[in-house]
């Protein structure tokens, strides 16, 4: 986990997802490309990126298919940043699942909405845990002052979800550039 990831997850299409993903973060679409290989993805969203090399207001994000699941992920860590917008994708998608973990800056996340409100949160930032709503049911026997990036990542794959360990090996990823409206 060397480096910061973040990404949400629907049963759903990618289709979908990317349409309430625009929606919710008021962008409009400006470029799409497909790419069988992560890190082309990863290259195209910093390109694309505000944070990165793109221009004012605009974000890169990639998508991929894992079973029933899509997968929207950032290299920024916006969509783990914005709550009250995944509050809003949880309306069109139903449940969502997001998670995000920076071991640099021992920053961890996980949640859990459902049509519009948060279900479950966990955050770990500036050594402080926050912690909102009712425990999934992999966090049964676990402690919350143990929650880190390994315990975010052991909810998120608990929803069958893949790995932050690694990069993700399986495309093709469907990659979105998108500017504020």
Partial sequence: MG???????????????????????????????????FFDAVNFCREN????????????????????????GDISLR???SQDRLEVISTSVGELVAAGVDSSFQYAFFARFEQGETKRLLLLED?????????????????IDDFDEEEAERLWVSFELPTFEHDPIEGPFACVGSQSQ
């Fill in 79 to 81: 969509l783990c940043r």
């Fill in 127 to 143: 050594e402080e845990i926050v912690e909102e709503g009712f425990p999934i049911s992999a966090e049964r026997g676990q402690f």
């Fill in 3 to 37: 480096r910061a990831r973040s990404a949400i997850a629907a049963r759903t299409s990618i289709q979908v997802l990317q349409k309430a993903l625009l929606d919710a973060f008021s962008m409009k679409e400006t470029a799409q490309e497909s790419h069988d290989d």
């Fill in 49 to 72: 990126s505000e944070e990165f090399n793109g221009e004012d207001g605009q974000e890169g994000w990639y998508f991929w298919q894992v079973g029933e699941w899509a997968i929207a």
